[in-house]
């Protein structure tokens, strides 16, 4: 199961860092790669989705403040979270999905094969 961490409470204009590791013996190398978030009360949606080859999508309220990455070599897939807004309290989710053309796609349609438990983040003053 994908293990997400690094979830936590931050003030307004913090950064966090979220990451995703595959289970043992797993790869993410061949797989899309998205961040979800669900609020209190809402549904669950796409943040950032990442491809194979590394082509990022963002939501209109993250571009410019996330940055989702991989790292081949220890088989993670990192959130950059920079300039954190009480909007972006929730919990976080990882997940993979070997279907989709397009991260867009994936994010926005916020379906996927394997999700992990979530890690939450909440940001307060």
């Known amino acids: 199961q994908l293990a997400e961490s690094g979830g936590g409470l931050v003030q307004p204009g913090a950064s966090l860092r979220l990451t995703c590791a595959a289970p043992?013996?797993?790869?993410?190398?061949?797989?899309?790669v998205g961040w979800f978030r669900q609020a209190p009360g809402k549904k669950r949606d796409g943040v950032a989705c990442?491809?194979?080859?590394?082509?990022?999508y963002y939501t209109e309220s993250v571009e410019g403040r996330f940055t989702i990455s991989r790292d081949r070599g220890t088989n993670t897939v990192y959130l950059q979270m920079n300039s954190l807004q009480p909007e972006d309290t929730g919990e976080y989710y990882c997940?993979?999905?070997?279907?989709?053309?397009?991260?867009?796609?994936?994010?926005?349609?916020?379906?996927?094969?394997?999700w992990g438990q979530g890690t939450q983040v909440t940001v307060s003053s």
């Open positions: 997940a993979v999905d070997m279907t989709y053309s397009d991260p867009k796609a994936m994010c926005v349609m916020a379906d996927a094969a394997m």
């Open positions: 043992s013996g797993w790869t993410l190398d061949d797989v899309f």
């Open positions: 990442i491809s194979t080859r590394g082509k990022p």
